[in-house]
């Protein structure tokens, strides 16, 4: 039986006259990772915070375990949440080796048993022969490791993650990210990571909420906020793509520069309802001997592939990846067919 190990309720926190974070509710199931993802701005530390007891929000209530540790008359404080937490900057003690930062937390513990718990996550994170040397001597991603396996020592019910990749080269966020999703499952542990990068929140979470000016737009799992945005801020924030407009001409048909595209229709649109499609490079397909062919305006070389920006009209252009081996030049026609076998339409605002 899957337990909901954490729970939010209509929270929302003001500075004054300024709304940082309103009526957010969501759910995480025990053994999940879940993400905060959106703009610098957006509420999402504010609300990580609030889970932590470093704020206490206006309204709402929140639930780790079923019991409210936030509410208008309950406000426990961190220290009693059970909350483990990796900080931006790892916030590892400089004098401290690394055998002994990670046994920090460890204190109500026997020696022989946190001898046993260190040597545990030591090697569950890949660093059994640097347990004696000191953070200055650690890469960044070693730091990063350490860090975990730190907030992980005492098992604690959440693990809350405050943008634990920013420090590191982009090279290896996306990677360690994989890593640290992989060590967490093996605990066992919930957590929520907060980042304004969604390679960090695919790699890493099964669900993902999308923040912008302080309201959660959508709270879902990585795969539906790709593919079945619910909004066109949802659709232009993940992943690549552009919306072209279209009108509703018939069943389930839309009519748009690209041609006819059949799929599901938003709901309450009828026929002659105008709407946006999202078209995302995987949408179109490469294909020399296709007969619709499109102009090139800009290319960028990704080593394993080109990315190509196709005219459609003055005022549509949409994204398509081919090989690297397939370069065209800038102003020269791609062939390409569609392979929308899944369409988001979003009503236009009227």
Known sequence: MINTLLQLNNISLSYGSHTVIQNIDLYLDEGEIGCLLGSSGCGKTTLLRSIAGFEKPDQGKIQIRNKIVNSNTINTPPEQRNIGMVFQDFALFPHLSVRKNIAFGLIKLKKTAVKQRVNELLEMIDLTDIGEKYPHQLSGGQQQRVALARALAPKPDLLLLDEPFSSLDIELREQLAAEVGKIIKHEGITAILVTHDQHEAFAMADKVGLLHQGKMLQWDTP???????????????????????????????????????????????????????????????????????????????????????LKVSESSKILCITPSHHDHPINSLLGITLGMTHIVALKKDP
């Open 223 to 309: 795969y539906n906020l790709y593919h079945r945005p619910s909004s066109q801020y949802a659709a232009n924030f993940i992943g690549q793509g552009v919306m072209i407009p279209g009108e509703v001409i018939g069943d389930q048909i839309i009519k748009t520069e690209l041609g006819n595209i059949h799929g599901k229709m938003p709901d309450g649109c009828r026929i002659g309802c105008l709407v946006d499609v999202l078209v995302r490079p995987d949408d179109i397909i490469h294909d020399d001997t296709s007969e619709y062919q499109l102009e090139i305006t800009d290319k960028v070389f990704r080593g394993a592939e080109f990315l190509y920006t």
